[in-house]
C-alpha cells in the first residue's frame, strides 16, 4: 500500500491532523511548508519536511520524489488552476494514489473551485478519493472565535437553518484511511459530522460546557458583513463567508451522511465533544 504520503496545508486545519494520524499508523508523513525552516509544534517530530509552494512549481520536484500518496487541499488563496496542474503533476511522476479535500455539494456546483479540481483530479491517472466535507466545527476556535470570547455570541448570519458540522480531527482520520487501506480507490465521500444543528443549538451546547451564557443573535448578513468589515477581513472573504451562511440559512447544509462513521467504525465527534476539547480556547482568562 501507500508508503510515503506528502500533506500539503500541514500547517492548516485538517492537514496538521493528517500528518499525526499517518505517524500514528507508522506511515512516515512528508510535509510540505513555504516555509520549511519553521516547523509547528503541531508537527510530528519524525515528519520528513520539504519545501513545498503551489506557486512556485520549482518546489514540486523535490516534495514529490519517492511519493506514493497525496494528501491534496486547496489554500483558499490559491486558484483552482494551480492546484489541478500540482495534482496532474504529481500523478505524471508516479504518485499512485490522492485524496482531496473537497466540500459538501462541490460535485453538484460549477461556480466553486473545488467543482473544477475534482474534475481534474479524476482525470489523472492516480487512484483519487474526493472527500467533500461539511462545515468544520474548528471554524468556530478561528474565525468566530473572538465573538464567542470578548462578546459571549455566536455571531454568523445563518438564520435557524441546520448545518452537519464535521470534526477537522474526524476528516483528517479519514484522509489517513483512505490514504492507508485498500477500498477506497475512485471513490467520493461525503464527509459529515453525526447531527445537524442550527446555531442555536450550538449556543446551547457552547453555553452548557463553557459554564456561561452564550447566545446567537441570528444577525443578518448585513450586520455580520458590517461587524466582518469593522474587524478588517478581506471583501473576497466576507464574499465567501455570506455565500456559506446563506446556504446554511437556505437550508442546503444539513445533509448527515453515515460516511465518516463506516469509514472510521466509529461514531463521528459530536459538537459537545469539541467544545470540551477546545474549550480553553474560549475562555477569556486563557485567550491570546
Ligand atoms: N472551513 C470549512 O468549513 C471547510 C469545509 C469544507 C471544505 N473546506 C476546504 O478546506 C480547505 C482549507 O483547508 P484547511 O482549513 O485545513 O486549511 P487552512 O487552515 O485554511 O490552511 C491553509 C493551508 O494552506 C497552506 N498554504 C497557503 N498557501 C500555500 C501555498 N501557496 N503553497 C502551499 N501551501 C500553502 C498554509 O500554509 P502556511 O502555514 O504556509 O500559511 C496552510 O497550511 C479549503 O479548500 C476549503 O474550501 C473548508
Redesign the pocket.
Known sequence: MTDTVLV????????RHVSNELAERDYSPRVG???PGVVPESLPDVADVVE????RPETWGAALRGVDGLFL??????DADTVSAFAEAAARVGVARIAY?S?LGAERNPLIP?HRIEQRVVATDADHTLLR????MQ?LAEVHREDIVEHDEIFVPAGTGETSFVD?RDIAAVAATVLTEPGHENRSYDITGPEALSYADVAAVFSDVLGRRITYPEPSLVAFVRRSRGRGYPLPFIAVMCAIYTTARLGLADRVTDDTRELLGREPRRIRAFVEDYAAEFRPETAQ
Open positions: 500539503t496545508g500541514a500547517t492548516g486545519t485538517v492537514g511548508l513555504r516555509d513545498f509552494d503551489f506557486v487541499m486547496r489554500p483558499p488563496t490559491v479535500l466540500t473545488h466535507a461539511s462545515f468544520f471554524n477537522a
